[in-house]
């Protein structure tokens, strides 16, 4: 299909370096050709008037997992419905303006699929980390057993090759001995070893300021969720070596959803999530035992009468809200110490969980970070410009200059006014195409 060039006219243009209103921006073979004045000839193009609107960068989300689909467990889904949802989930993350996504878990061959499925259809740009290591009874062994853990140095280095051709951003590592009570192993001598010898980049799962520590001592660059309840001697060293922080509150907002139902009157809900998601969200009797199941993951050593607490505890709005309240003050303490802010929602998270639904919780995931103290352009830094930098691709995404990449959002209001106005999406520009959401979610064709 041959797509004209693009034209945009009357430009309120906002990125990291603040605003400009330019007469046009000319994008083509997806990619901004020009930002400022308008071409003499304009014959070549489609001509999109943006009068009264404003132009973005698109959002990039630094923690998805696309292979995992909420409440996938009840669902159950064959391998070809699976591929469905999948290519559903790849369509709401365009639609909810999410244009590049960083998935911090995913076994190799699912990404292969993944990037077959988004080399067809509409997509974000898909970047990985990998392998995702776990020692034997470690986090993520435990939780998400299909993934394997590493046994040796010699297996962790046959995983970290077997993506080799995924090109992955880093690998990510799990430094967590549990949620509740310590439960989990952490790694051994020989594997911390080899995690320190390796070229590529460590992001790191660390929760605690213990954890953070010790994922910092093994030269972690990243940390893929904030520090619950930061001492001043972690912010200072995540300050001064400049070490950014994903935000994941929707890990505990999320859980919100079962005891508001008026969050399932959004319209838009029908659109962006399958309904078989969306259908297992709202069964009550698939949530109790999700809760049930969660429990049991948090405390696998426990007695059943403490799982049947826990799952009940689940349903109490005020400490749930309490969760939420000290990983916003979790940001905010990161943020105001001088720690970068990176926005991720965890999308995707675990397939007990009912409500991590892809594309609305990123969305989500940028208001949060306003409750956490973010200014205006402090949240879009964080969730356009300094993702693209955690990502290693800020030379050529994040900013709406020329040579860089046109994943763009056309808005109605000015999110540098009013956060919400993320939310406010009239077009997403991806490969060259500008569509409205529904479109996109219809099956937009990409650009080669």
């Keep these: 299909m041959e797509l004209l060039p693009l034209l945009l006219t009357q430009v309120h243009l906002v990125d990291h370096r603040g605003v400009q209103d330019v007469d046009c921006v000319a994008i083509v073979d997806g990619l901004v050709q020009s930002v400022g004045a308008c071409p003499e000839d304009r014959s070549a193009f489609r001509v999109v008037d943006l009068q009264g609107k404003t132009l973005a960068p698109g959002l990039i989300d630094c923690h998805v997992h696309l292979s995992l689909t909420p409440s996938g467990a009840y ?36 990404a292969r699929a993944m990037n077959q499925l988004a080399a067809t259809g509409p997509s974000p740009s898909l970047y990985y980390l990998g392998p995702l290591v776990s020692p034997p009874g470690g986090y993520v062994h435990s939780v998400l057993p299909e993934f394997p853990p590493a046994t040796s140095p010699q297996v962790l280095r046959e995983q970290i090759a077997d993506f080799a051709d995924l090109n992955p951003v880093g690998i990510k590592i799990t430094v967590e001995s549990g949620m509740l009570v310590e439960v989990w192993d952490l790694y051994p001598q020989d594997i911390q070893a080899e995690l320190m010898a390796q070229d590529h980049r460590l992001m790191a799962h660390a929760i605690s300021p213990a954890e953070a520590t ?60 399958p309904e ?62 001088g720690v970068p802010i990176v926005m991720g929602s965890d999308s995707g998270n675990w397939p007990l969980f009912l409500y991590e639904f892809h594309g609305v919780t990123s969305q989500a995931e940028v208001q949060l970070l306003a409750r956490a103290g973010l200014s205006p352009m402090e949240v879009l830094t964080a969730s356009t410009s300094s993702g693209a930098a955690l990502i290693g691709i800020e030379g050529h995404v994040g900013t709406i200059a020329e040579g860089y990449r046109a994943d763009l959002l056309v808005l109605s209001a000015d999110p540098l006014l009013d956060v919400r106005a993320w939310g406010e999406i009239e077009g997403v520009v991806s490969g060259g195409v500008l569509a409205s959401p529904a479109e996109w979610m219809a099956g937009v064709p990409k650009r080669d």
Aim: proline share 8%; glycine share 6%.
């Design 75 to 110: 669902i159950e889904p064959t391998e070809q419905e699976e591929l469905g949802l999948w290519s559903h989930h790849l369509g709401a993350y365009l639609a909810s303006g999410v244009t590049t996504v960083l998935d911090t878990g995913i076994l190799p061959e699912d």
């Design 214 to 273: 010790l994922a910092l001592d093994l030269g972690a660059a990243a940390l893929v969720h904030p520090v619950t309840k930061p001492t001043p001697e972690i912010i200072a060293r995540l300050a001064e070596s400049q070490t950014p922080v994903v935000s994941t509150i929707s890990v505990f907002d999320t859980l919100l959803w079962g005891m508001e139902p008026e969050r399932f009157e959004d319209p838009d809900l029908a659109m962006l999530v």
């Design 276 to 337: 078989a998601e969306l259908s297992a969200a709202q069964n009550p009797e698939w949530r109790q035992q999700s809760q049930a199941l969660i429990a049991q993951g948090m405390l696998p050593d426990s007695r059943p009468w403490v799982h049947r607490f826990m799952a009940r505890a689940m349903d109490w709005k005020r400490p749930t809200q309490g969760q939420v309240q000290t990983a916003l003050d979790s940001v905010a303490a990161l943020h105001q110490g």
